[in-house]
């Protein structure tokens, strides 16, 4: 399964680090994502790592604000978001997938229904507001 945390109320320009603890598989062989749903919204790629070369893949909307990293030896997967705007609300989520075809940008880019992943987390909620 996968685990987020970190999720707090910041204020706009604030930052957070939220963490995704997997167990009972070994994120060395996935490529993990995490996602943002904001109310009445579909979810949405943020940014993804390829545990298998460590290959990232940030989107536009959170370029030069995101950072995705790996801990091995943790089995964790991180994202460090600074400068966060409001419009950065959402509940976020971190999703795996084993596909031998799924790359760090494929897995941004292409978005699937919640279910289509081989693990999707329960969530952790940021709220950014003043």
């Known amino acids: 399964q996968l685990v987020e945390s970190g999720g707090d109320l910041v204020q706009p320009g604030g930052s957070l680090r939220l963490s995704c603890a997997a167990s009972?598989?070994?994120?060395?062989?996935?490529?993990i994502g995490w996602f943002r749903q904001a109310p009445g919204k579909e979810h949405e790629a943020v940014s993804c790592?390829?545990?298998?070369?460590?290959?990232?893949h940030e989107m536009l909307s959170v370029k030069g604000r995101a950072t995705i990293s790996m801990d091995h030896a943790k089995n964790t997967v991180y994202l460090q978001m600074d400068s966060l705007q409001p419009e950065d609300t959402g509940v976020y989520y971190c999703?795996?997938?084993?596909?031998?075809?799924?790359?760090?940008?494929?897995?941004?880019?292409?978005?699937?229904?919640?279910?289509?992943?081989?693990?999707w987390g329960q969530g952790t909620q940021v709220t950014v507001s003043s």
């Open positions: 999703a795996a997938s084993r596909s031998s075809q799924t790359t760090a940008q494929g897995m941004c880019i292409i978005v699937f229904a919640k279910t289509d992943y081989d693990y």
């Open positions: 009972g598989f070994t994120l060395d062989h996935y490529v």
């Open positions: 790592i390829d545990g298998r070369d460590g290959d990232t």
